[in-house]
């Protein structure tokens, strides 16, 4: 599809800016999936010449709709559409459910892992003396190769039959001993990436996320987890069905 075909013609003759036209114009194509997630634009000359309008004004419009998260840049590889991921809140899953169900791959970057000593804010938490052995489990997690979102979970060693029995699935690991959450608690604060943090994830400084405190318990009401996942803001819509009683 050409995009013109995509855009339609911008009228120099409407209030609103070119590049306010063409990023609007954009939006609704992915918004409709005429554009689909991962699908590459034209180099910026292509689609300027091809819409008659200056490279400055495509550059504005994709600006805008790369910081919104509608577009994502690859160095040398070019502009493609996002792949935003949809994270239900009604639905107790794990990262590595959540990305085979829509057909992504996971996979994690460890940060550190090991046997450690509980803090002592996470020794209240979990209900554990002071000096009592935890896993620190702290990870980047990926799907399809892209950072998506970084994790930090702290778990008691009795719930693990070592850290190592964590490869790919903290929660696969968990069911073996039957000690996967079946009830969560979860606190949300929105947040913005550190220098540090938006340096292991790819994105600029500052860049908007959620931060997702979990506490999880087990079925015989055993608190299983302490989880502290920050997720991508340009990546994730949070959804929830939630009904009248
Ligand atoms: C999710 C959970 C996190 C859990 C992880 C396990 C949220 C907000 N957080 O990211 O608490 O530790 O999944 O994933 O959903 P895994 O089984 O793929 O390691």
New binding site residues.
């Given amino acids: 599809m050409t995009m013109l075909e995509l855009t339609g013609p911008l009228d120099p003759a409407n209030p609103l800016p070119l590049y306010r036209q063409l990023e609007g114009a954009l939006r609704r194509s992915i918004e409709s999936q005429r554009l689909l997630p991962g699908e590459a634009l034209p180099p910026e000359r292509d689609v300027a010449s091809q819409l008659g309008i200056s490279r400055i004004t495509v550059r504005k419009a994709l600006d805008t709709l790369v910081s919104d998260g509608f577009l994502a840049r690859r160095q040398g590889a070019g502009t493609f559409v996002s792949r935003r991921v949809e994270?239900n809140f009604s639905r107790l899953?794990?990262?590595?459910?959540?990305?085979i169900e829509r057909g992504l791959k996971?996979h994690?970057q460890w940060l550190d892992k090991r046997e450690t000593s509980v803090s002592p804010e996470d020794a209240l938490t979990l209900g554990l003396s002071p000096g009592s052995r935890v896993f620190r489990?702290d990870?980047v997690?990926f799907a399809d190769g892209e950072p998506m979102?970084l994790?930090f979970?702290t778990v008691p060693v009795a719930l693990l039959e070592s850290a190592d029995a964590?490869d790919?699935?903290?929660?696969?690991?968990?069911a073996k001993l039957g000690n996967q959450?079946v009830r969560?608690l979860?606190r949300l604060r929105a947040t913005q990436f550190s220098a540090e943090q938006a340096e292991i994830l790819g994105i600029a400084p500052g860049s908007a996320g959620l931060l997702?405190e979990?506490r999880?318990f087990s079925a015989s009401g055993q608190l299983v987890?302490i989880?502290r996942?920050y997720?991508r803001g340009d990546r994730y819509d949070f959804v929830a069905e939630l009904r009248a009683s």
């Fill in positions: 994270k899953t794990s990262f590595t459910q959540d990305m996971p994690s489990f990870r997690r979102a994790e979970a964590v790919g699935s903290l929660y696969a690991a968990l959450p969560v979860q997702i979990r999880g987890e989880t996942s997720y």
